[in-house]
T-cell receptor, first 113, second 112 residues
Framework: DAGITQSPRHKVTETGTPVTLRCHQT?????MYWYRQDPGHGLRLIHY???????DKGEVSDGYSVSRSKTEDFLLTLESATSSQTSVYFC????????????FGEGSRLTVL | KQEVTQIPAALSVPEGENLVLNCSFT??????LQWFRQDPGKGLTSLLLIQSSQREQTSGRLNASLDKSSGRSTLYIAASQPGDSATYLCAVPAQGAQKLVFGQGTRLTINP
C-alpha cells in the first residue's frame, strides 16, 4: 500500500470555524491532490500540488486553500467552514501527473453543522 | 475537454459469472488509463494502470483492455465473487493539465 496518511479521519465542526486537513506521504512523490466526494457528484478536484510551494486550483477551489511546505505534507484549509463543505475528502499522490499511478488515502469525513 | 463515461451506473449479477465493465473517454490522446475500486466508506484502491502503448493489463481475475482509437476501455472480472462487490471507477489524464478525469463509477453487486 502507498504510504498516505490523512488526519483527522473524522471531524465534526460548526459553521464559521477554520478547519485544516492534513495529508502525509512517505513515498516522496512530487504530485499531491485533494478531492472531495459527494453523492451525485463523484470525485471533484479541489487543489493540487506539483512540488514544494507549487500549487494550483482544481474545479471546486472556492472556500479552500492549500499549502505545501515540505514534499511529504499537503494541507487543506477551510478558512470558515460552511455546511456545503460537509463531505468526504481524499488525498491522492503520484510520481507523474500524466504517466504515473495514482494512489489514494483513506479519506477524511468532515461534517459542518 | 476530456469526459469519461461509465455505463451501466449499477450492475447486479449472481456469483460465478464473468462480467465486463465499460469506460469511454472523449479525447483519445491519453498517456494511460487507470481502474480503481472503492468499497463503501473507504478510499479508492488502484487495480490496474494501462499505458497508452499497451492493449491489455492483467491482475489475477481482472483484465483491463484499452482501445485508444475508439476511446474505450473494459474491465473484465472472471468468476465473480461476493467480495468483488464495490464501486469501480476509471480515470484518464486530462489534456494539458496535471490531473485525472474520473468517470462516475459502476456500482457492482455480486449476489451469493
Amino acid at each position: 500500500d502507498a504510504g498516505i496518511t490523512q488526519s483527522p479521519r473524522h471531524k465534526v465542526t460548526e459553521t464559521g470555524t477554520p478547519v485544516t486537513l492534513r495529508c502525509h506521504q512517505t513515498e516522496n512523490h512530487r504530485y499531491m491532490y485533494w478531492y472531495r466526494q459527494d453523492p451525485g457528484h463523484g470525485l471533484r478536484l479541489i487543489h493540487y500540488s506539483y512540488g514544494v510551494k507549487d500549487t494550483d486550483k482544481g474545479e471546486v477551489s472556492d472556500g479552500y486553500s492549500v499549502s505545501r511546505s515540505k514534499t511529504e505534507d499537503f494541507l487543506l484549509t477551510l478558512e470558515s467552514a460552511t455546511s456545503s463543505q460537509t463531505s468526504v475528502y481524499f488525498c491522492a499522490i503520484t510520481s507523474g501527473a500524466n504517466t504515473g499511478e495514482l494512489f489514494f488515502g483513506e479519506g477524511s469525513r468532515l461534517t459542518v453543522l | 475537454k476530456q469526459e469519461v463515461t461509465q455505463i451501466p451506473a449499477a450492475l447486479s449479477v449472481p456469483e460465478g459469472e464473468n462480467l465486463v465493465l465499460n469506460c469511454s473517454f472523449t479525447d483519445s490522446a491519453i498517456y494511460n488509463l487507470q481502474w480503481f475500486r472503492q468499497d463503501p466508506g473507504k478510499g479508492l484502491t488502484s487495480l490496474l494502470l494501462i499505458q497508452s502503448s499497451q492493449r491489455e493489463q492483467t491482475s489475477g481475475r481482472l483484465n483491463a483492455s484499452l482501445d485508444k482509437s475508439s476511446g474505450r476501455s473494459t474491465l473484465y472480472i472472471a468468476a465473480s465473487q461476493p467480495g468483488d462487490s464495490a464501486t469501480y471507477l476509471c480515470a484518464v489524464p486530462a489534456q494539458g493539465a496535471q490531473k485525472l478525469v474520473f468517470g462516475q463509477g459502476t456500482r457492482l453487486t455480486i449476489n451469493p
